[in-house]
């Protein structure tokens, strides 16, 4: 590709970023932007799948239809505060409100953790971004990979949670999250990343990640991972639907498959490449085999059917964006 791609270290690379000091300044306020995203992402939860604003009216009380005040509106800290209920009539407000912001404000610090402080590794065996031979402007670009990857993890939550409550995927999410991925990757085209493999004579390998350095590079490898991800399961999805209608096992209208989750993946690959679409199919499948294999021995086959597979590929996204190369060097360790 001559020029396109750089190659960064995985494995020795110490951050060349901030002083641990004005590390811990920037993760604290990563926490609290986390938990004020999560409190929005909660009105998108809610109101996308009712196609209501997100902006307009500010947020009330379901039941007696008050303004909550801006006092009584503090992520996390209001919803203890004030015991889970509304102030004005009582009405109990479910926990899922505290934990979507506490599980974003949580994602956001890990985003975080993948540029660790000066000397340092990242915690939790988490891939640090950085190369220690890496020129500042360089590693000052990468920097701005952290809101991008907010953006990122914020779209797969609300997908997620949208997916537990109504059993879709709204195309803000997934359409939105294709045309994002392929805009995002051409204006910082280090967001797509794939993992290379390099052996020497003596049989030892070493694991690199693959970052693209220019615009063109960058929107093609999205272009490459969209289609990874959207093409290969549309396909299935097609023959699966002709299979079984053939069979008379689903109706003239129904499909086999949701398109959503085909839609998601492509989402995925735009944002992370070909490789992390890919693996979020297989991860995904293994999820749901782990999850099913306990309900069916307990009999209870019924709650299948309430289990959407978006939050299996979501979760199967989020792990290769944290672990993909720990997770590719334990395979080549085990298989070579």
Known sequence: MGGEIVLVDAFDAMSAGLPPLTWV??????????????????????RIPLDQSVV????????????IPWYHNIPVVSYFVLRGKCSSCGEPFGFRYAAVELLTAFLFLAVFCL?????SHPPFGFASVYDPEMEPLAALRLM??????????????????IDFDHFILPDSVTIGGMIAGLILSTLLPELQMSIATSFSADGSFSINAVRC???????????????????????IRLLATWFFRKRGRIGPDDYAMGFGDIKLVGAIGA????????FSIFAAALLGTF?????????????????????YLSAAALIWLFWSVPICTAYFRLFL
């Not at 300044?25 to 809610?46: D, E, K, P, W």
């Open 115 to 119: 540029f660790p402080p000066a000397g």
């Open 271 to 278: 944002f992370l490449g070909w490789q992390a679409a890919l």
């Open 56 to 67: 307009r009216p500010r947020s009330h009380c379901m039941k007696c239809g008050k303004p």
């Open 213 to 235: 350095h220019t615009s063109l590079a960058g929107c093609k490898a999205s272009a490459i991972g969209l289609a990874a991800g959207f093409v290969p399961l549309q396909t």
């Open 25 to 46: 300044v920037y993760a604290v306020f990563s926490v609290l932007l986390g938990a004020c995203i999560g409190s929005f992402l909660n009105v998108c939860i809610y």
């Open 291 to 311: 999850v099913s294999i306990p309900v069916l021995l307990a009999k209870k086959r019924h709650l299948l059917d309430r289990i959407p597979f978006g939050p």
């Open 144 to 161: 701005g990979l952290i809101p991008v990857y907010w953006l990122f993890i914020s779209g797969l939550l609300v997908g997620t949670f």
